[in-house]
Nanobody
């Protein structure tokens, strides 16, 4: 089992930035890909970004390229999501995940509990 704990969410004004963190514990290994997903109120959960373990290749939802950046620190078992130029439509619960399979269309092995991000206009 792997436990994932997200932090860094909160309320921010449009145009602002937030940095989410996700710390992994338990049966951890740095040899897995990790990703971020988000779920807006009344909508299905959607892919945001993934990062590989081996070469730290990154993949993003097309609509988020240029504003969001995923990174990881394997020594700390932590993955980050830097979010810039935030918009009200970015408001959602953001979930961290251990993923497998395609990095462009990943499957999830473990989910975090989520962290709320609210962007005010």
């Amino acid at each position: 089992q792997v436990q994932l704990v997200e932090s860094g969410g909160g309320l921010v004004q449009a145009g602002g930035s937030l940095r989410l963190s996700c710390a992994a514990s338990g049966r951890t290994s740095s040899t897995y890909a990790m990703g971020w997903f988000r779920q807006a109120p009344g909508k299905e959960r959607k892919f945001v970004a993934t990062i590989s373990w081996s070469d730290e290749s990154t993949y993003y939802a097309d609509s988020l390229k240029g504003r969001f950046t995923i990174s990881r620190d394997n020594a700390k078992n932590t993955v980050y999501l830097q979010m810039n130029s935030l918009k009200p439509e970015d408001t959602a619960i953001y979930y961290c995940a251990v993923t497998y399979g395609s990095l462009l269309s990943p499957r999830v092995e473990y989910w975090g509990q989520g962290t709320q991000v609210t962007v005010s206009s």
